[in-house]
């Protein structure tokens, strides 16, 4: 049994689209609200929060949905094509209404600007799950953390993608608006990207029959599903998969807490407490980013050799231990130097640990007609996490000094562990004697 990749990278052109959307977002939408509109960063960092906050309520939502939909195209296909083709829409107009604001200033235009804002994303927030949700449907359960490595690894691409593109495109300004730069280019190339990247999708995947070919497989191995029929025809987790899956959830969202605590404020901490500069600040993420990115096909494949959970335990392990070592580094130092480089490049290799298996392990507990559902319920548990930590650990520095960051960070790691021990269910492992593509039953 073997991956097939060129498959798993054409699916991954769902994520590719996404990555490369929110990175455009994340970059260009905060300098409109803030020079543009001119709002405070109160206001500001409250829209820009909203679409963690919808994800939280969309994701499961339309993950659940999907997995109830059957059409001639599949059941993920219809909400990928809906949503893209109306964030493609949508996400053209932001620029002119940017451009028209900075003309002429008008309390219509900002109103208009934020609702098609929501909009726009309402429209993402229709479609990552199904999106995500595709790899699992047309991968065998023992596969997927090859599958979702080489997911992570397209929607890597992606927000490199954009950066590229943004680093050559020269921001020309406005027309008749000296001063006012015109982002429409941007927002056009990446809404062309979208749609590109959506179409071959389309004309390559036939959801159907590939999910047709799946199930086929896994109903031949009987072992692979843990949900049991509850004696009316219908299948549902026994109490003990029950019991992993919540502690498995709470794993995520704890090591979220730790990870997204250190990447919201990290350019502030380095700025207080080592009174260094944005650009070294950046370097570190840069490299973090980097690690991640060139270990998530070999965290992949070490994953099939000795099972996801212990991957996952050392990825928490060896963020934790960097953590520490940040909070050291940063405070015996007054510059960023070469050591801090390389432990932020462990920092990307174990969140690359972490993040190629989690997903696949949530999937494995359900029954294949339920893989849109618990993506949502993995990302309710992400979300969640990235919405309370910017707030708690923000606070926790104003109360305590900001040298508490690193320490937030490792205990909430740390906490990870605890509860990842727990977790029962969900691994899949390899034959020894075969090698990396024979797997047998998985833990019970």
């Known amino acids: 049994m073997k991956l097939n990749n060129k498959r798993t990278i054409l699916v991954g052109l769902a994520f590719l689209s996404i990555c490369a959307f929110w990175q455009m977002y994340d970059n260009i939408v905060p300098l409109i609200l803030t020079n543009t509109f001119h709002l405070n960063k ?17 994701l499961p939502f339309f993950g659940g949905l999907s997995d109830r939909t059957d059409t001639k195209i599949g059941k993920r296909m219809p909400f990928i094509l809906f949503g893209t083709g109306c964030a493609v829409i949508l996400m053209n107009i932001l620029p002119l209404l940017d451009n028209s604001y900075a003309a002429a200033p008008s309390p219509f235009k900002l109103i208009s600007f934020v609702i098609v804002l929501g909009l726009l994303l309402i429209a993402m927030g229709t479609y990552r799950s199904p999106a995500v949700a595709l790899m699992p449907d ?6 997927r953390s ?35 730069p ?38 031949k191995h009987p072992e692979w599903d843990l949900a049991v029929d509850d004696g009316s025809g219908s299948e549902v987790l026994p109490p003990p998969v029950k019991k992993s899956l919540g502690f498995l959830l709470a794993s995520i969202a704890l090591w979220f807490m730790g990870y997204n605590g250190v990447t919201t404020w990290f350019t502030t901490y380095v700025g207080e407490v080592m009174g260094q500069g944005l650009s070294g600040a950046s370097t570190c993420l840069l490299i973090a980013t980097a690690g991640a990115i060139v270990s998530y096909i070999p965290v992949g494949a070490i994953a099939s050799k000795i099972g996801r959970k212990k991957t ?3 990825g928490v392990t060896l963020l934790a231990v960097c953590f520490l070592l940040g909070y050291f580094l940063t405070t015996m130092y007054s510059s960023i130097n070469l050591v ?41 548990a992400s979300m969640a996490a990235q919405v309370v930590t910017p707030i708690a650990a923000g606070s926790l520095m104003e109360a305590v000094g900001y040298k508490v960051l690193f320490p937030y960070a490792a205990f909430f790691v740390a906490l990870s562990f605890v509860t990842m021990l727990l977790v029962r269910h969900g691994d899949a492992k390899v034959e020894g004697k075969k090698g990396l593509d024979a797997f047998e039953n998985m833990d019970d």
């Open 42 to 58: 109160t206001f500001s960092g409250a829209i820009m929060a909203a679409d963690n906050v919808l994800a939280l309520f969309l």
């Open 138 to 143: 047309v991968t065998p359960k023992p596969l």
């Open 146 to 180: 090859k599958g979702n490595a080489i997911i992570n690894l397209m929607g890597a691409v992606g927000g490199l993608l954009y950066l590229a593109v943004a680093a050559v495109y020269p921001i020309r300004d406005t027309a008749g608006l000296p001063g006012h």
């Open 182 to 219: 015109n982002y429409h280019p941007l927002f056009f190339t990446v809404a062309a990207l979208m749609f590109i990247s959506i179409g071959v999708l389309f004309l390559t995947i036939k959801e159907p029959k590939l999910s047709a070919e799946n199930r086929a497989l896994e109903a």
């Open 312 to 314: 996952i335990l050392f």
């Open 340 to 380: 801090m480089f390389v432990v932020f490049a462990l920092v990307g290799l174990a969140w690359a640990a972490i993040n190629v298996n989690s997903l696949p392990m949530v999937v494995e507990m359900c029954k294949g007609s339920d893989v849109g559902k618990f993506t949502g319920y993995y990302y309710t």
